[in-house]
């Protein structure tokens, strides 16, 4: 980039004095003034093509190995497949069956190859880490590849850079890049945890960030893009249709799993209608427990 800014800079200093040059030289004095017959200079033209020529190829043989560096993976890269849907993301680890939703991690200095594909069967996804200049489209019909190397630790934010429906703004969350000590024990922790031991409203607690509900629940009574969970359980709520309900247990298995049924006033009706495929029942039980206890 440096290269090609310098080099064009100088160039544009090049020309405009140079024209600044000639339209002084060559004004045009009187009316007898004539421009005499000019038809070519052989030297002048072969400079002005070959110079060029020769900084064209220099940017393109620096670029192209940067290309083919940016596009090849090292051979022990870590693998971790990714996998978009409307609006989420799913990321596996390749080689111990960890899953995690709309969160990756990885350890620092580790290249990390990406193997990607949207789960949609018409919807392209683009995944973008801006402080990775990292940014690839996921396509249904065939995987498409990245790969980066984290060279610090710290939360790296990534978005969803396709617009892709009416959820694309809440596809964002955050890759994790820890120290390789701190990587493995937090593997070790994810491969114990057994989900299924955990009580319903912890399991719920889990989910409620896993699944990405913080994205637009808060816990406080704030309102974020939908109604805060506090205070939610047995409260009456106002729809869009003028009706209203009790929100009993019934009513929060409902407006998880067919979000867009009844829509409380006063907030868009965009809660993508994803969780009755991707949450388990015991996972949806699990966020109701856990919301009747935010009273
Ligand atoms: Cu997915 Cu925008």
């Known amino acids: ?19 600044i040059y ?10 007898e ?26 940017v393109f043989g620096w670029g192209f190995n940067d290309f083919v560096e940016m596009r090849t993976p090292p051979a022990d890269a870590y693998e971790v497949y990714v996998e978009s849907y409307s609006f989420g993301w799913n990321f596996e680890h390749a080689n111990n069956g960890i899953i995690e939703a ?4 990885v350890p620092v200095a580790t290249p990390v190859r990406l193997i990607m594909r949207s789960r949609d069967n018409d919807v392209l996804h683009s995944f973008f880490v801006p402080q990775f200049r990292l940014k690839q489209d996921l396509m249904p019909n065939r995987n498409t590849y990245a790969w980066f190397e984290a060279i610090r630790p710290g ?102 799993i067919d979000p867009q049924a009844q829509v409380n006033v006063g907030y868009p009706n965009n809660m993508p209608n994803i969780y009755e495929q991707t949450l388990s029942e015991r996972e949806i039980m699990g966020l109701v427990e856990f919301i009747k206890e935010l009273e």
């Open 155 to 256: 939360q790296f934010v990534y978005f969803c850079t396709e617009f892709c429906g009416t959820g694309h703004s809440m596809m964002n969350g955050h890759v994790n890049v820890m120290e390789q000590e701190d990587f493995d024990a937090w593997r070790e922790e994810e491969l114990d945890r057994d989900l299924d031991a955990l009580p319903l409203a912890e399991l719920g607690q889990s989910v409620y960030s896993s699944a990405g509900c913080q994205g637009c629940h808060s816990l406080d009574g704030t309102s974020r893009v939908g109604p805060t969970f506090q205070g939610l359980y047995m409260s009456e709520r106002e729809f869009t249709d003028g009706t209203t309900r009790i929100a009993d247990e019934d009513y929060l298995v409902e407006a998880i």
């Open 1 to 19: 980039m440096y290269f090609i800014n310098i080099v064009s800079f100088i160039l544009l200093l090049g020309v405009t004095i140079a024209i």
């Open 33 to 58: 003034d004539t421009t005499p017959l000019i038809t070519h200079n052989t030297a002048l033209e072969v400079t002005w093509t070959v110079i060029p020529l020769i900084l064209i190829l220099v």
């Open 22 to 31: 000639f339209s002084i030289k060559y004004r045009r004095r009187s009316n």
């Open 102 to 105: 709309n969160m990756l991690t």
